[in-house]
């Protein structure tokens, strides 16, 4: 951290000290000045004073910015760190939760309490007078959060004013996923039979992964020696103003998302006589053919839009099979993981194979499968401990 020291006087005894705080979101230098009386000595002393405080976090600039404005500035330097997705989905959020809330209110004067009540306010009337649910309010939380953050970061604040705030509990019960049961899960594949897009149901169906992840999944991720899948990125498709979209590899958001997923021998089979319908379709395009290396592209190589694959192909598969229109293309994810569990696959197992953040996270989601469960480990136990004195 630099500064400097200016002379605003003939007689040599007042000064201008200057301190840089860095860069703000346009790119314009950020200085924090305090004029000083006295001796030029004293000047310097004074100001390595000031660095010292700016760099251990005692002195903080005072966060004259309004808060709107602070949250838009800072959105667009942290686009750089966001897939672009998440940052369309911060910008939504701040746009929604956030917008004229706390109007032209200073950041230096945003406190708990003005956000707490901004929380609470979301929970009682919400969005035209429909109450926002607790995951709704813990998203716009995080944003803020983050944000603010920054502030801190960049000595605008000297704390954090939403890391004390409460998420109000609305009373919402988590919504039971929608998952196949195992005879349910037998007619969907019964229904795929012959289908062109068969093998990437299927693949959604063994694997639970996202369909981000399996739309995005190349060859050489694949391992059909080993029978292993190696899960590293996912395929995004940010939302132009323009109505068009474009599409491009990212990150998963989080390690656990990275992971490599064990399938069995006999969808490594059928992955590999899918390899080898894909290079001769290749083969006969030629050079209409886009190579991506994806394992399942478009008819053309091109990676292929969920939403189409899910109204165009998903949902005329349930018709056929019989099943209900409520299942969505996410469902074929929680059918896998609810499958498992039902049969016994320990939760931290499913759990690793979904990339979830933790075995908590999966135990919440899949609460209304571990009843089940705990039936299940009892006749085992009795069975275990009590067949040899029948």
Request: hydrophobic share 40%.
């Amino acid at each position: 951290m630099k500064g400097s020291v200016v002379k605003r006087d003939k007689r040599g005894t007042t000064w201008l000290l200057r301190v840089s705080l860095g860069r703000n979101a346009e790119g314009k230098r950020i200085y924090r000045t305090e004029t000083f009386h006295g001796s030029e000595k004293d000047a310097h002393k004074r100001l390595r004073t000031l660095i010292r405080e700016y760099e251990t976090g005692i002195a903080v600039e005072p966060g004259s910015v309004p808060v709107q404005t602070f949250l838009q500035d800072w959105l667009k330097i942290a686009k750089g760190e966001l897939s672009p997705r998440t940052a369309e989905s911060y910008e939504e959020t701040i746009k929604l939760r956030f917008g004229g809330v706390f109007g032209i209110t200073p950041l230096s004067k945003l406190t708990p309490l003005l956000i707490q009540k901004h929380y609470l306010e979301m929970a009682e009337k919400g969005v035209k007078g429909k109450p926002l649910g607790q995951a709704t309010i813990k998203r716009a939380h995080a944003v803020l959060h983050r944000a603010l953050g920054y502030a801190v970061e960049m000595r605008m604040l000297a704390v954090n004013p939403a890391s004390n705030v409460k998420i109000p509990k609305t009373g919402e019960r988590r919504e039971k996923v929608m998952s196949f049961t195992s005879e349910q899960a037998g007619r969907f594949l019964q229904a795929l039979d012959g289908h062109p897009y068969r093998m990437i149901l299927t693949f959604a169906l063994v694997t639970g992964m996202r369909p981000s992840e399996y739309i995005g999944l190349t060859w050489d991720r694949v391992d059909l020696v080993k029978n292993t899948v190696r899960v590293d990125r996912t395929i995004i498709r940010p939302r132009k103003g323009d109505g068009t979209a474009s599409w491009q590899f990212w990150e998963p958001k989080t390690k656990n998302s990275r992971r490599t997923v064990t399938i069995p021998a006999h969808l490594s089979e059928q992955l590999r006589f899918h390899k080898s319908q894909q290079n001769a379709i290749r083969l006969q395009l030629g050079a209409e053919w886009q190579d991506n290396n994806l394992v399942f592209p478009s008819q053309v190589g091109t990676p292929l839009q969920a939403d189409n694959l899910a109204t165009r192909v998903f949902k005329p598969i349930l018709a056929k099979a019989g099943l209900p229109s409520t299942f969505t293309l996410y469902s074929l994810r929680h059918s896998s993981a609810s499958l498992l569990l039902s049969e016994g696959v320990p939760v931290q197992v499913v759990s690793e194979r979904l990339g979830h953040s933790s075995t908590a996270f999966t135990m919440d989601v899949y609460a209304s499968v571990l009843p089940g469960m705990q039936e299940v480990a009892a006749d085992k136990l009795g069975h275990l401990l009590f067949a040899a004195v029948r």
